[in-house]
């Protein structure tokens, strides 16, 4: 039993039948589709086609949008909990669901206009297309406002040049949002968003970063060169690009952190089962103070990130009708729950033993899965700048 079955904390945290349909929906999709699939993809790092389409068609693609953009017009709770149900079974799905519903559709449905919604949201929230997020360059990733590729006006578009790096789902994506420079002199309030379509002269892929972990997520560089970009398409006004990076960034981190909570549940149930199994010195593994202590320090920071989660997702909820930032939730969630996800993965290897370390288990999956959960959507350490500089009034 977990706190999320038996919340009483008082009416916000009580799940409505809505959450507890789409959690399962989510649960027996995982098990059923994912599961056996999973190791596979892992192995070979090809993307998992069928199994994304499948979850776009049960609505797992644009969860929070209106059904009037294609989504399944949820809220931010039913997000969560369907992005912790996948990613416990696979991180890698999570990744391009996370990626999909709370950066791309997120973005689109915020800051996009009446037209951009009908043409780019529809398909991408209903999971008829897929979209990538793209900040990163080679020379800037956690300094994102610090980039080099660069939109110049011409006529009634941009052309765009440069090389952005590290785009999860590029190699597979029909739309990305991407931010660049057209004003370098301002430096971070230079920066403008675009909506890029893949399929056009100028863009290309580099090649596909070859992953420790979440293998079956797709991740590249990409190139422009030349690449002419309607003006219609920018999303925002020149020079906004950076708040709407961040603010939908705060959004991402949200579902990253369900992602950890996934994987490090995942990681502890293994832990649980093996150490009520194995043997050691004429007793159950679990029976030893040092299994029973790693259990303890799982479970119990299993349930502060989830509450954390919870706490985050209802912040986002209120900025709904309020507009009010949700910045330091969002970011303590992700800070604490990526740890968490750390931690479990390691306590897991080492419960199991040899065995957590072999491939016949996936284990040693969630161990590398959990890493990237500390670095991408901001690293642990920009976390903490966050919440330092949020608490110290600074900035
Ligand atoms: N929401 C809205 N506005 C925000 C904001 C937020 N969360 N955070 C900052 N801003 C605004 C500030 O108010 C400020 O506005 P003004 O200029 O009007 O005053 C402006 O942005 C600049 O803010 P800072 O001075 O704080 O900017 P900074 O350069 O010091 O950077 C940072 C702040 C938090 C370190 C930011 O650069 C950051 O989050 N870095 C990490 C980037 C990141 O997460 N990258 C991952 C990319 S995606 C990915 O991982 C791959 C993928 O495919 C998923």
Same mark, same amino acid.
């Given at each position: 039993m977990t706190i999320a079955d038996t919340a009483s904390a008082g009416p916000s945290l009580t799940l409505t039948p809505e959450h507890e349909m789409i959690r399962q929906t989510a649960r027996d999709f995982a098990r059923n589709e994912i599961a056996p699939v999973a190791a596979h993809f892992d192995e070979t790092g090809d993307f998992p086609y069928e199994t994304i389409k499948m979850m776009g068609q049960l609505g797992l693609m644009g969860i929070e949008i209106p059904e009037a953009y294609g &989504?399944? &017009?949820?809220?931010t709770m039913a997000y969560v909990l369907a992005m912790e149900e996948i990613s416990k079974v696979d991180a890698a799905h999570g990744t391009v669901m996370s990626v999909n519903n709370s950066l791309v559709c997120h973005g689109l449905l915020k800051f996009g206009a009446e037209a951009q919604k009908r043409k780019y949201l529809v398909p991408v929230a209903s999971g008829e297309k897929i979209g990538a997020y793209s900040l990163t360059e080679p020379m800037s990733g956690s300094d994102a406002g610090n980039m080099r590729s660069r939109a110049v006006r011409s006529g009634d578009g941009y052309v765009i040049d440069g090389r952005k790096s590290w785009v999860t789902s590029a190699p597979v994506a029909d739309i990305i949002l991407l931010f660049t420079m057209t004003s370098p002199e301002k430096k971070h309030k230079g920066i403008t968003a675009f909506i890029v379509e893949t399929d056009r002269p100028g863009f290309s892929r580099g090649k596909k970063e070859p992953k420790l972990g979440i293998r079956a997520s797709a991740t590249s560089e990409i190139v422009f060169e030349n690449y002419c970009c309607p003006a219609e398409n920018r999303l925002g006004e020149e020079g906004e690009g950076f708040k709407i990076a961040m603010t939908v960034l705060d959004a991402g981190r949200i579902g990253i952190a369900a992602q950890a909570l996934g994987i490090a549940e995942a990681a502890y149930e293994a832990s649980v089962e093996y150490a009520k199994q194995r043997e050691a010195f004429g007793q159950k593994i679990g029976e030893f103070q040092g299994t029973g202590f790693k259990i303890a320090d799982m479970k119990t920071r299993i349930e502060a990130s989830r509450l954390l989660i919870y706490s985050a997702a209802l912040a986002k909820e209120r900025s709904k009708a309020t507009g009010e930032r949700y910045t330091l939730e969002s970011a303590i969630a992700k800070l604490y729950a990526s740890e968490t996800a750390m931690f479990c993965a390691h306590a897991a290897v080492q419960i199991h033993g040899g065995m957590g370390y072999s491939k016949e288990l996936p284990v040693e999956r969630y161990f590398r899965d959990a890493k990237i959960t500390e670095i991408y959507e901001g690293t642990s350490e920009i976390q903490r700048m966050v919440i330092a500089r949020s608490e110290l009034g600074l900035r």
């Open positions: &989504g399944a &017009g949820l809220d």
